[in-house]
Each structure stands twice: as C-alpha cells, then as structure tokens.
C-alpha cells in the first residue's frame, strides 16, 4: 500500500511539472493579443492574398483575436471561431468588445448607469452588438455604443476583453 501511495505522489509530481513545461511552451489565450476592423465591409479571406476566398465582412469596430502575423496579413478568429485573414492595415488596436450570449433568443443584456445590478438599466444589447472600452471596474465594464448610448456591461456578457 506504501509504494502504491509513493508511486502515485510521484506520478502526481511529474504530471504538475508537465502541465507547467506545456503553459510556458504554449501560453493560454488569457493574453492573447485582440485587434478590432477598420473600417466597413472588411472581407476575412481563406489565404493571406487578396484574391483568396471571401468568407465573411465585418464592419467598423468587430474585434478579433490575433492567431499569426505573415507580413502585411493577420490570421485572426472571430468571437465565433471563424477564422482567416486580413490585411493588417484594416486592423486597428482598438479595444472593442462584442455581446456573445443570448445567440438564438429574442434576449438582451442590461447595460447600466454604474457597476451592480442594483443600478439603472439605461439600454439593452443583443447578441453581437460591439461596444468601445472606456473603463474597467473588478467584473464590469463601462463601454460606448456607436450611437454614443455610455453605460456598464458585466464582463461575462462579451467576448473581447
């Protein structure tokens, strides 16, 4: 019964140190990298080529995570996992959030005059409605619409962030 307890103590150990060695080979997404579209009707292309296939446009302000830079070209992944390519220079850095739950209802989040539910709602989004960043406070962020609607968003609601 010993070595088996011993055996397994070490196991344990070596898994841990693998799970550290893979972390630090390849880091989480919790860091990654975010840039948003500049511009309308931004094509996200198959190929690093303006020739390539169209799969999707977006408009001004859609964020992406950054997956690779090959010269003038980012491979970026939509809050939806579709991914592709598009010229750097239709990125910005900006940082843009987008609502990601609710896909399929008729529902909306809250947007708030502060942070706390206990607030008052001063607007509602749907699902993929992109908000600007101004400001975050513990689990809340206070973000503008386009149409210049200021208020507070949890952050569990959007992707982006």
């Known amino acids: 019964m010993i070595i088996s307890i011993q ?3 070490r196991n344990s150990i070596l898994l841990g140190l693998f799970s550290v060695t893979l972390l630090l080979i390849f880091p989480t997404t ?3 990298e975010t840039m948003s579209v500049l511009g309308e009707k931004v094509s996200l292309k198959t190929n690093p080529d303006l020739k390539s296939k169209t799969l999707w446009e977006y408009g001004n302000g859609f964020p992406f995570e950054v997956l690779k830079k090959q010269g003038d070209w980012v491979m ?3 809050f939806e996992n579709d991914s592709g390519w598009i010229p750097k220079s239709r990125l910005q850095k900006s940082r843009q959030v987008i609502v990601k ?3 399929a209802e008729e529902k909306t989040i809250n947007i708030r005059s ?4 206990d607030n008052s709602v001063v607007g509602t989004a749907f699902y993929g409605v992109v908000f600007s960043v101004l400001e975050k406070k513990g689990p809340w962020l206070q ?4 149409s210049g609607l200021t208020g507070w968003i949890k952050i569990e609601f959007v992707w982006g962030y």
């Open 114 to 117: 502060n942070p706390g539910t």
């Open 76 to 78: 970026v992944k939509d």
């Open 143 to 146: 973000v503008r619409h386009e």
């Open 7 to 9: 055996t397994m103590l």
């Open 101 to 103: 739950v609710n896909n």
């Open 30 to 32: 919790g860091s990654s």
